[in-house]
């Protein structure tokens, strides 16, 4: 069976706790596939393309890594993929909260199973909110994001 899960964020831009989920990842899957979520409500400071650039360049060599975009419920991303699992990470109690919500919701509504995996220790304070504000300040981000970003921004 080919075991394929969404990882679905907005990635603004991706950083290195979400590079850590991506590669822990792909020990469990056969394929991961990073879909980048459209909400023509969010403000976001990198283009779309930005984004999805970003991440595919860090995977470049990593055949087992997708990189979309979609709008819409994941989980109807996730039949139109046939990606039996999506894949989240957990960082805190307040990531918990809000992720099991939605978890039981999709749950309620498909057959989908949500994996979780705990961020690294040492990414687990890492958020791209965090990251657009040290960058807006002028701050340095290498330690925060994958090289891509630093290369492509
Ligand atoms: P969203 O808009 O869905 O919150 P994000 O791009 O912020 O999108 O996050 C996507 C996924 O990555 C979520 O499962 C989130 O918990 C996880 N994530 C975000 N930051 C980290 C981190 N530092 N370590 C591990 N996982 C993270």
Not at 4 to 31: C, M, N, Q, V, W
Not at 32 to 57: C, H, P, T
Request: glycine residues 6%.
């Amino acid at each position: 069976m080919n075991r394929k899960a969404i990882f679905p964020g907005s990635f603004d831009p991706i950083t290195l706790g979400h590079y850590d989920i991506i590669k822990r990842g792909i020990s469990l899957f056969d394929e991961v596939i990073v879909a980048i979520g459209i909400n023509a409500d969010k403000k976001y400071m990198f283009s779309l393309e930005q984004r999805k650039k970003f991440i595919e360049e860090a995977f470049k060599d990593e055949p087992k890594v997708k990189v979309i975009t979609y709008q819409g419920l994941t989980i109807d991303l996730c039949k139109k993929e046939n990606a039996d699992f999506i894949l989240r990470g957990l960082r805190n109690p307040a990531d918990f909260e809000f992720e099991k919500a939605i978890a039981h919701t999709n749950r309620k509504l498909s057959k989908i199973e949500t994996v979780f995996l705990l961020t690294a220790s040492k990414t687990s304070y890492i958020s791209s909110s965090i990251v657009r504000d040290v960058l807006r300040n002028g701050g340095d981000i290498s330690e925060l994001v994958p090289d891509s970003v630093m290369k492509l921004k």
